[in-house]
């Protein structure tokens, strides 16, 4: 459900701590679910965030200060706790909802992090009937990078921060007013919106840059040419091409018809820069990228 201006805001300042939530378990320690508890630990120090991972991400989790205690299993980590952020792969989330939804605290919001939203909201929309309430996310933020050493308290201010789900309870309102005070912008929108939206600025651009790649890969010779005159350009370019193969699998599968989609408009774009090569419809697709390329200069 999406929200708009009627949506309630509870203010940072009256809302007490971290929106009032005073106990949060953060489900998945490793670049965003490692800068969340960081971010909430930097901005209220009081909030006990207890942390649920591997044995070792969990220890470096608590020797940065991102968790106050680490548990040892899943539902240690959620008891007693007044926000659950999952922060862990889409396949991940969905095989652990059911178990989630079983142990949370009945005043509970549960809410988590993946970029798609719409198989997992429909989960959860069967699962948290009555109980605790689920509110999906998506951080619009990230790295190519993942883990807890990459992990920063600063990843996500300035940005967008999507939330999904019935907008009008005192328990979103609370992770609404956390989010603004952790310096995010939070935006309502529905799943499908979300997927549709997502899988042309960020679905798109990740397959596009693996296709770049492999065409550079497949075309360097024995002498390492032409990767070998590349400049700070391709390196530009390439940037997500150090993301991780194990996250975008689980995005592909759980959002394929818009990237699916999202594919086939920048396959028709590619054949409509082949066909203008030579002729003066080039410079009418370049003027198109750089008021493009402008409107996200003025979004920084």
């Not at 960081?38 to 969990?58: H, K, M, N, Q």
């Amino acid at each position: 459900m999406s929200a708009g201006k009627d949506s309630p805001h509870a203010s940072p300042e009256t809302a007490g701590p971290a929106g009032g939530f005073s106990r949060v378990a953060v489900l998945g320690t490793g670049l965003i679910g490692g800068s969340f508890a960081l971010a909430v630990r930097s901005t209220f120090p009081g909030v006990a965030i207890t942390g649920w991972d591997r044995p070792e991400v969990l220890q470096r989790a608590a020797e940065r200060g991102a968790i106050t205690r680490a548990a040892s299993s899943l539902a240690e980590a959620i008891s007693g706790a007044e926000l659950i952020y999952i922060a862990l792969p889409i396949a991940a989330t969905l095989d652990l909802l059911p178990e989630i939804a079983r142990h949370a605290p009945a005043g509970a919001l549960v809410t988590d992090a993946a970029s798609t939203k719409s198989t997992i909201c429909r989960a959860a929309a069967e699962l948290f009937r009555v109980g605790a309430q689920f509110l999906g996310g998506h951080p619009l933020a990230g790295k190519e990078t993942s883990g807890i050493e990459d992990a920063d308290a600063a990843l996500f201010a300035g940005a967008k921060y999507v939330l999904v789900g019935d907008s009008s309870t005192p328990r979103a309102a609370r992770m609404e007013a956390l989010l603004r005070a952790l310096g995010t912008e939070p935006v309502w929108l529905d799943s499908e919106t979300h997927d549709w939206a997502v899988g042309i600025v960020s679905h798109l651009p990740q397959l596009v840059v693996v296709a770049l790649a492999s065409t550079v890969e497949d075309e360097t010779d024995e002498t390492g040419l032409p990767l070998s005159l590349a400049g700070p350009g391709l390196r530009d370019a390439l940037r997500l091409a150090g993301s991780p193969y194990a996250m975008w699998r689980d995005v592909c599968l759980t959002n394929r018809e818009n990237v699916g989609r999202s594919l086939e408009r920048i396959i028709q774009a590619l054949e409509h820069l082949r066909a203008s090569l030579s002729s003066r419809e080039l410079e009418t697709q370049f003027a198109a990228a750089n008021r493009i390329y402008k409107s996200l200069r003025e979004l920084d």
